[in-house]
Every structure is written in C-alpha cells, then in structure tokens.
Nanobody, 125 residues
Framework: QVQLVESGGGLAQAGGSLRLSCVVS????????MGWFRQAPGKERGFVAA????????YYTDSVKGRFTISRDNEKNMVSLQMNSLKPEDTAVYYC??????????????????WGQGTQVTVSS
C-alpha cells in the first residue's frame, strides 16, 4: 500500500518561507511522478507544482513561479516544496500526490493515483 505523509506546514508571515516535505512508502519512489496541490476553503483543489521521475523536469502554476521550488530525493523517498515570498493567497491545505501513469497530465488531479492527508499552510498579512 502506497502511503504519502506530508509535513512542514504551519503559520508564516507574508514574505516569509516554509518548506513542505512528503515521504512516500510502499512503492519504488523513482517510479512515481510527484505533484503538489492546494485547496483553500470554498475552492477546488488546484495544481501547484510537479516533478518528473528523475527530477530533471519541473512544472509550476503561474502564480507560484519564481517563488516556489519543487525538488525530490529518490534516495530518501521524498519530495519537497520550498515556498518563499509567501502571500496570504497561498493559504490553503497542501497535498502531496503521486502518479504511476505514463502519459503526463501533471496539473490534473484525476491523473494522480495516491494522495497524502494534507498539511495546512496559513500566511498572515
């Protein structure tokens, strides 16, 4: 059984930084395409960032480009999301997701097979 466990959420001030981590177990990590999504109250779950299996390609939604960085460590079975220059609109529950599929639709939640439980990120103004 594949499990994804996020950590690192919390409270930050606008302009501050947080680092999210997601540890994966139950499957060879290097076979998984990984993504981060977020969901604010009353809104649909939206794409934040994704990274391919080797870590050689990354993808970001426009609103986080230049502020967030996704990375992975295939030795530690971990994917991370470094979030800098945080804004109040970044406040949401952040979810780690994993896909086993070959054809890539990294921004589509339905393309992912496994999800973490989510971690809250709150940015105060």
């Amino acid at each position: 059984q594949v499990q994804l466990v996020e950590s690192g959420g919390g409270l930050a001030q606008a302009g501050g930084s947080l680092r999210l981590s997601c540890v994966v177990s139950g499957r060879t990590f290097s076979t998984l395409f990984m993504g981060w999504f977020r969901q604010a109250p009353g809104k649909e779950r939206g794409f934040v960032a994704a990274i391919n299996r080797s870590g050689s390609s990354t993808y970001y939604t426009d609103s986080v480009k230049g502020r967030f960085t996704i990375s992975r460590d295939n030795e530690k079975n971990m994917v991370s999301l470094q979030m800098n220059s945080l804004k109040p609109e970044d406040t949401a529950v952040y979810y780690c997701a994993a896909s086993t599929r070959s054809t890539m639709f990294p921004a589509t939640p339905a393309w992912y097979d496994y999800w973490g439980q989510g971690t809250q990120v709150t940015v105060s103004s």
